[in-house]
Structure formats: C-alpha cells, structure tokens
C-alpha cells in the first residue's frame, strides 16, 4: 500500500510534542484555511479533476477550475500527450491505417522530449497558481504512460513512471517510485467527514485490449481489496483512468471505439463485486480518457447506485479538435447512440448528456447538512455547467447501514448493461448509418443515370442534326 504525504494523512492522531512541527511543515490549501478552525485536519468539501492536457495547447480551462477554488485537484491521465502521431495513410510506404498498414501510427518519445513536455504543463501560469492554492495527486493513462493503447507490454514504463512521479512532485522516498505501477490511495479530512480518494493504475498491469485477460495484475487487485475493507470513510472516490460504467464501443462500433472497463467484462464484474463484498458506503467513480464528459450510473453493481463521472478533456475534445460541421455530425451521432447507463437530465448542455467540448469535473460536499449532499458537475471552459447530478450522500450506503432500500433519486433504473443490451439497441448506429448510406447512394445513382440519360439525349439529338 502507497504511503501518503504528510498532509495526506492528517487525519492520524499527533503527539502534542509533535504538533507544532506538522503546522510548520504543512502545505495548506488556501480555501481549506480560511472555511476550517481544526488546523490539524481540514475538511475538504472541494474536489476538482479534469484529463488529456496537451502540452502545447493553450489552457485557458486552469481559470475556471481556480474559480471553483478547489482544496485537491486529481489529474486522471494523459496530463500531457507524451507519445508522437504519423500522418493517416492509407497508402504509400508508410501506411498507418487500414487492413494493410505497415508501420503502427503512433510511437514513443525520448526520456528528454517527455521530460521538456511535463515542463510545458508545470509552467502554465494557471496551472502554476493551482499547484500553490491545492493539494494535486493523479494517475496516468496512455499519452503520458508512453504510448496509445498501450498497456503492460510497453517496455518503457519505468521510465514514465519516474517522469510522472518527478511531475505529480512525489517525494523522493515515495513508495509509489518503488512499487510496480502508480497506483495509490489517499484520506482527507477529520473523523466523520473523511474522504478517500483511491487512484488506480490501469496501464502498467494490463493485458491486450481484447484478450479479457487483467486490468489491474494481482498486485493491485490484493491491495485495492484491502483499500476498501479497510477503514471506512464517508466518501471514497476511485480514479481510473478509464471509463467503469459507460461501454460506448458496446452501442457505437464499428464507427466508435473506446477503451474502458467494458472491454474487459470479467475484470469490471469483479470490481462491482469487491465493492459489494466489502459493504463500503460512499463509493463512486471519475475516469477520462474519450474527450468528452458524460455522468453514467449502475445500479445493480452494489447495494446502492455506483456513478462515474467522466470529465474530458481540458484542452482535448472531439468538437474543439473539428470543424463546424464534423462537431455538428458528432453530436447528432452521440444523440443517436444509445446508452441504457448514462445519466439524463434536465441540466445537461446537449440532448445527448453528452459534452464533447473542453471540460473539468467538480465534486462537492455540503457537510453542513444532514445527511450531508453531494453535488457532482462537468463545467466547461468558463465554468458554467453542463451536467449535473446532486445526491444525499445516505444515498451511497450499503443496505446494512441505510437500514432502506429507498432512494431519492431512485432505485435500479440502470441495471441493463450496454453489452447486455438488445441486438438492434447495440446496432442502432450501425443500421442508421447503413440506411443514411444506403439513402445517398441510391441518390448518386439516380442523379449519375439521369446525366447519362441526358448526356444519350443530347448526343442522339446531335447525330440527327
């Protein structure tokens, strides 16, 4: 089990000899300061986190997520965009798409060019203000592990990891630059008010995308059982880099593919099934990684509903990174991909709940309230919200302590996984765009032959003259 910094584990009992020393040492964040009396363990009712920074993309978002004034910031992977990009080519000698490609598109920098790009990141002036006024703490997801897609076998992640450990400015002694993968967990706040936050690694263990092998390797998996039966705390949010819930390579293949739990079925129920067994209350997800942000929610994993609120990305995103019209056709295809785990509301930017526009998350927590509520946002480049969801955190417990199966926001509405779906609800997107196809070149042909027939006319009207 990772070892927690000093200010990350505040809430461990002081000798009194060794009080004055703690305050001294103690990095505090500003707004944790100034809301809270006990110095000794501040509550933190303030969460942001946000993914897939490119490094030599402005990041005007770092102003937003500064006005939210958040006590922790959690990097969620590709926090810079470490590997490098071939052009798209379906012929020629270097062809790096299709059935006959000859050379893989994407490939590894050098320890140096990773090293100057994590600089790039630390150096933004927003950025900079946000590593003096809040606790950061993150994992990595391809980019900036070294390659995409990439998992276990890629043979530079020693490397990276000491990169992002150097970025995340982990101390020297860390056992997370000891241990095989960045996996972490860490507790804030005084007894009553405690939040975990567990920060899995899903790259350095994994197996091939499609092989339904590991996620985690055994490692992981034997430390984060011991994570959640251990202490209990209020909350406890799990950082993966991956969506858990959502599966939209279930509904959207073969025009949209995303890496994610789903892809591994056996590892994702074993999951639901150690939070379930570990009768844990407060537990909920954030993850990254598709550029989009999205809030999804299961209710047939655990005793109660598990959300994952996916935020991405802060400088990457599939209509930022499109023209007008291509953003326009994505966001009619996430209208018509069906989705039977994410969450629909009246908040959401887009009818789809779906906003694919630079974004960062929030989550924050009334203490002051009983039970307290929790209020989770997606908000865009100049902090307006997109989506929403606000719960009372006796919502997220276990039957056992609840003593109720009833819910405010109601109970098993999300139970049909995506790839547990029907045939023609998973291939809706593939029969509209077989039908749209259909439609067009029906069109074409009908146009080409009336040329034709014209073209016949005019040259038989010709001959006779």
């Given at each position: 089990m990772a070892m927690a910094s000093l200010a990350d584990r505040l809430s461990l009992p002081f000798s009194s000899h060794s009080l004055l020393l703690t305050l001294l040492l103690l990095p505090w964040?500003?707004?944790?300061?100034?809301?809270?009396?006990?110095?000794?363990?501040?509550?933190?009712?303030?969460?942001?986190?946000?993914?897939?920074?490119?490094?030599?993309?402005?990041?005007?978002?770092?102003?937003a997520v500064l006005d939210f004034?958040?006590?922790?910031?959690?990097?969620?992977?590709?926090?810079?965009?470490?590997?490098?990009?071939?052009?798209?080519?379906?012929?020629?000698?270097?062809?790096?798409?299709?059935?006959?490609?000859?050379?893989?598109?994407?490939?590894?920098?050098?320890?140096?060019?990773?090293?100057?790009?994590?600089?790039?990141?630390?150096?933004?002036?927003?950025?900079?203000?946000?590593r003096q006024r809040a606790k950061v703490i993150g994992t990595w997801d391809d980019h900036?592990?070294?390659?995409?897609?990439?998992?276990?076998?890629?043979?530079g992640k020693n490397v990276t990891q000491k990169l992002l450990m150097d970025f995340l400015d982990e101390p020297e002694d860390s056992p997370r630059r000891k241990q095989a993968?960045?996996?972490?967990?860490?507790?804030?706040?005084?007894?009553?008010?405690?939040?975990?936050?567990?920060?899995?690694?899903?790259?350095y263990h994994r197996d091939p995308i499609f092989s339904d092998g590991t996620f985690l390797g055994d490692a992981q998996w034997e430390w984060l059982e011991k994570e959640l039966k251990g202490p209990k705390t209020e909350l406890t949010i799990i950082v993966s880099s991956v969506q858990v819930i959502s599966n939209l390579s279930a509904t959207g293949n073969p025009l949209l593919f995303t890496e994610c739990w789903g892809n591994f079925p056996k590892e994702r129920e074993r999951l639901f099934k150690l939070i379930n067994d570990s009768k844990r209350s407060g537990v909920f997800f954030i993850s990254g990684?598709?550029?989009?942000?999205?809030?999804?929610?299961?209710?047939?994993?655990?005793?109660?509903?598990?959300?994952d609120?996916?935020?991405?990305?802060?400088?990457?995103?599939?209509?930022?990174?499109?023209?007008?019209p291509v953003a326009f056709l994505i966001r009619a295809i996430f209208w018509m991909v069906p989705s039977t785990m994410r969450v629909f509301s009246a908040n959401c930017r887009h009818k789809s709940c779906i906003y694919a526009r630079p974004n960062f998350g929030t989550i924050e927590v009334n203490w002051d309230v009983s039970p307290p509520r929790v209020k989770i946002e997606l908000r865009d480049v100049n902090g307006s919200s997109v989506n929403e969801v606000s719960?009372?955190?006796?919502?997220?417990?276990?039957?056992?302590?609840?003593?109720?199966?009833?819910?405010?926001?109601?109970?098993?509405?999300?139970?049909?996984?995506?790839?547990?779906?029907?045939?023609?609800?998973r291939?809706?997107?593939?029969?509209?765009?077989?039908?749209?196809?259909?439609?067009?070149?029906?069109?074409?042909?009908?146009?080409?032959?009336?040329?034709?027939?014209?073209?016949?006319?005019?040259?038989?009207?010709?001959?006779?003259?």
């Amino acid at each position: 089990m990772a070892m927690a910094s000093l200010a990350d584990r505040l809430s461990l009992p002081f000798s009194s000899h060794s009080l004055l020393l703690t305050l001294l040492l103690l990095p505090w964040p500003s707004h944790s300061l100034s809301s809270h009396p006990s110095p000794v363990s501040p509550v933190v009712s303030r969460i942001a986190f946000g993914s897939c920074a490119n490094q030599s993309s402005p990041q005007p978002i770092w102003d937003a997520v500064l006005d939210f004034d958040p006590d922790l910031f959690v990097w969620m992977g590709d926090n810079i965009y470490g590997d490098n990009k071939r052009p798209s080519r379906f012929f020629g000698q270097e062809r790096t798409l299709g059935p006959w490609k000859n050379i893989d598109r994407f490939f590894p920098s050098s320890e140096e060019e990773l090293k100057r790009r994590y600089e790039l990141v630390k150096n933004k002036p927003g950025y900079t203000k946000l590593r003096q006024r809040a606790k950061v703490i993150g994992t990595w997801d391809d980019h900036d592990y070294g390659l995409n897609d990439a998992g276990k076998e890629f043979p530079g992640k020693n490397v990276t990891q000491k990169l992002l450990m150097d970025f995340l400015d982990e101390p020297e002694d860390s056992p997370r630059r000891k241990q095989a993968g960045v996996y972490a967990s860490y507790v804030y706040g005084p007894e009553g008010k405690q939040i975990k936050v567990i920060v899995l690694d899903t790259r350095y263990h994994r197996d091939p995308i499609f092989s339904d092998g590991t996620f985690l390797g055994d490692a992981q998996w034997e430390w984060l059982e011991k994570e959640l039966k251990g202490p209990k705390t209020e909350l406890t949010i799990i950082v993966s880099s991956v969506q858990v819930i959502s599966n939209l390579s279930a509904t959207g293949n073969p025009l949209l593919f995303t890496e994610c739990w789903g892809n591994f079925p056996k590892e994702r129920e074993r999951l639901f099934k150690l939070i379930n067994d570990s009768k844990r209350s407060g537990v909920f997800f954030i993850s990254g990684d598709v550029h989009f942000g999205e809030i999804a929610r299961y209710d047939c994993g655990s005793q109660y509903p598990i959300y994952d609120i996916t935020s991405s990305g802060l400088t990457q995103s599939l209509e930022e990174d499109s023209t007008p019209p291509v953003a326009f056709l994505i966001r009619a295809i996430f209208w018509m991909v069906p989705s039977t785990m994410r969450v629909f509301s009246a908040n959401c930017r887009h009818k789809s709940c779906i906003y694919a526009r630079p974004n960062f998350g929030t989550i924050e927590v009334n203490w002051d309230v009983s039970p307290p509520r929790v209020k989770i946002e997606l908000r865009d480049v100049n902090g307006s919200s997109v989506n929403e969801v606000s719960f009372l955190l006796s919502e997220l417990q276990a039957r056992e302590v609840a003593g109720t199966e009833e819910r405010e926001s109601g109970y098993q509405q999300h139970c049909t996984l995506e790839r547990e779906s029907s045939c023609f609800l998973r291939k809706r997107l593939t029969l509209i765009l077989w039908v749209v196809a259909t439609v067009l070149l029906g069109i074409i042909f009908l146009l080409l032959r009336a040329i034709l027939s014209a073209l016949d006319r005019l040259f038989r009207k010709n001959k006779i003259d």
